[in-house]
């Protein structure tokens, strides 16, 4: 194999391209069948029980996420990870989801009581099978991830949610809210089928502790930040249920669909694809550092564009596509624009805290996000309802991004070192496509306008960036190829740069 640890070759650049592609695909499709079900079973439900729906799915995610002990991030990072480290890996994962879902069966009543809800205490008490699926999966999908082998990962995602999705609306009409707990059980399953026959493993039942604790030393930060993290999102949530009521949650959850949908994309693409990326260049940080450089700048490229133009078309968004009874998303929309912005720092630091083997620092991180949402939760919603959420979101947020960037010096001391041009172009460009957007939507009102305005700002936001890449010579379009050759293919034909046909990146990595 073409492939040393501790440098990129382009073999593995290559695959980490391939990779990036089949993420992308699979969470903008996953993401997508999911809005599509939510609107699909708002509609058919109506406000009382879309507002059920908004809480069982607080207590799903809450559920799912505290099954999370950090085995598969474990074996990813670890080299040379063997078959009894695998089964040990699967074993902790399964007991431990089978003491969460007891556990979680037996709060049931009182989380139902929390949201002032008591139809969902049996909604809550049949989902809690579902961490027991998802656990029962095949542990050979750490190898598919470590081998940035995300195809045959990205169809076992899209058959739970295309199962869940379809079965669901199938059943809504005889079953009801019901129907929202058929779905994801039946997506859970089909998926724990499609893993074994796509990432192969005999399971077998193992407490061998000598092939478990290195696995627990590393996986016991993130599974301490999978009990704290979803602590602070359920407090808010619980706030606005409380105290404004479940009108004002279905605003909030249906506002966070829409305005995290891209960084959730680009954070679960960029995650998932650079966490294994970085575990192979624990030894040689310089390239790590480039690394680092070249995927912050290529979030920025296409994250800050689409969060401006969310900010600047949420009314148009709003009025003729979800409808007048959702014009209250609006400014909670627009709040939460701004965390996605803030954010994005976050967002890419956290793969390279993992990947170089500081799963601690993101556990910290993870608590200060949540203790300050639980601190202002209360406060800022009881003021300002799901407006209130949002900046409560902003805040935290901020917070931890100056923190964060204070533990990346740590790792990498030279990291913001000749960034800030190629951000300044992305700000540039970004803007002037924003501003395009809203003086379209301004002069031609109605859907017609809002698809004007979005193909008008992608095509200016576009040209004045390469523009800008040509001019000062910020050569961010010909690292991308070099780095991720599959993935900038258009890219590259567009801006009529060759590929490299050097075998790796030069001494020192990317320009």
């Given at each position: ?33 999911f ?6 079973l ?23 996420k ?17 078959r ?11 007991l ?13 009543p009182?989380?139902a ?9 049996d909604?809550?008490?049949?989902l ?56 994801p ?12 026959i ?30 704290v ?28 669909k ?34 680092f ?9 296409v ?14 968004l ?55 949402l ?10 300002f ?28 001391p ?94 020192g990595?990317?320009?």
């Amino acid at each position: 194999m073409a492939e040393r640890f501790g440098t990129v070759t382009k073999p593995l650049a290559s695959r980490a391209g391939n990779a990036l592609t089949w993420k992308i695909v699979q969470l903008v499709g996953v993401k997508l069948i999911f809005l599509a079900r939510v609107f699909v079973l708002g509609r058919m439900l109506g406000p009382g029980e879309f507002g059920l729906f908004a809480v069982s799915l607080v207590a799903l995610d809450f559920l799912l996420k505290i099954t999370d002990f950090g085995m598969v991030p474990a074996l990813v990072q670890r080299p040379g990870a063997e078959r009894r480290h695998y089964d040990a890996a699967w074993t902790v994962g399964l007991l431990r989801a089978g003491l969460v879902a007891l556990a979680v069966f037996a709060a049931a009543p009182f989380i139902a009581d929390l949201f002032k809800e008591p139809r969902a205490t049996d909604l809550v008490r049949v989902l809690a099978l579902r961490p027991l699926l998802d656990a029962g999966a095949s542990i050979g999908v750490a190898q598919l991830t470590r081998q940035l082998r995300f195809r045959p990962l990205a169809w076992i995602q899209f058959s739970d949610a295309i199962v869940g999705t379809a079965l669901s609306i199938a059943l809504v009409e005889p079953l009801g809210v019901w129907a929202l707990v058929a779905g994801p059980l039946a997506g859970s399953l089909t998926s724990l089928i499609v893993s074994y026959i796509l990432a192969p493993h005999r399971a077998r039942l193992s407490l061998d502790t000598e092939a478990m604790l290195p696995l627990l030393r590393y996986g016991r930060w993130i599974f301490a930040r999978a009990l704290v993290a979803p602590l602070g999102t359920a407090m808010l949530q619980l706030a606005i249920t409380r105290q404004v009521g479940v009108a004002e949650l279905g605003l909030y959850f249906l506002a966070c669909k829409v305005a995290f949908l891209p960084t959730e994309v680009a954070s679960g693409v960029i995650g998932a694809v650079a966490f294994p990326l970085y575990a192979r260049l624990q030894d040689n940080l310089r390239q790590a550092t480039r690394t680092f450089q070249l995927i912050l700048t290529g979030m920025f490229a296409v994250l800050l564009p689409a969060a401006l133009l969310l900010f600047v078309l949420a009314p148009a968004l709003v009025e003729h596509v979800l409808g007048p009874r959702w014009q209250g998303t609006v400014p909670v929309i627009r709040v939460l624009v701004w965390v996605n912005v803030v954010g994005l720092v976050g967002d890419a630091i956290i793969p390279v805290l993992k990947g170089l083997g500081r799963p601690s620092r993101v556990t910290l991180l993870g608590v200060i996000q949540s203790g300050l949402l639980i601190l202002l939760a209360w406060e800022f919603s009881g003021r300002f309802g799901a407006v209130g959420a949002g900046l409560t979101w902003l805040v935290a947020t901020g917070a931890t991004q100056v923190l964060g960037i204070y533990l990346l010096r740590q790792l990498l001391p030279q990291v913001w070192v000749g960034i800030a041009p190629s951000v300044a172009a992305i700000v540039a460009a970004s803007l002037a496509g924003a501003a395009a957007a809203w003086g379209i939507v301004r002069l031609e009102a109605g859907l017609a306008g809002l698809v004007a305005a979005i193909a008008a700002s992608g095509l200016i936001t576009i040209g004045l960036f390469w523009t800008l890449d040509r001019w000062l010579k910020l050569n961010l379009a010909r690292n991308l190829a070099r780095a991720f050759p599959e993935v900038v293919t258009a890219w590259t034909l567009v801006t009529r740069f060759p590929r490299p046909r050097s075998a790796a990146p030069p001494e020192g990595g990317l320009k």
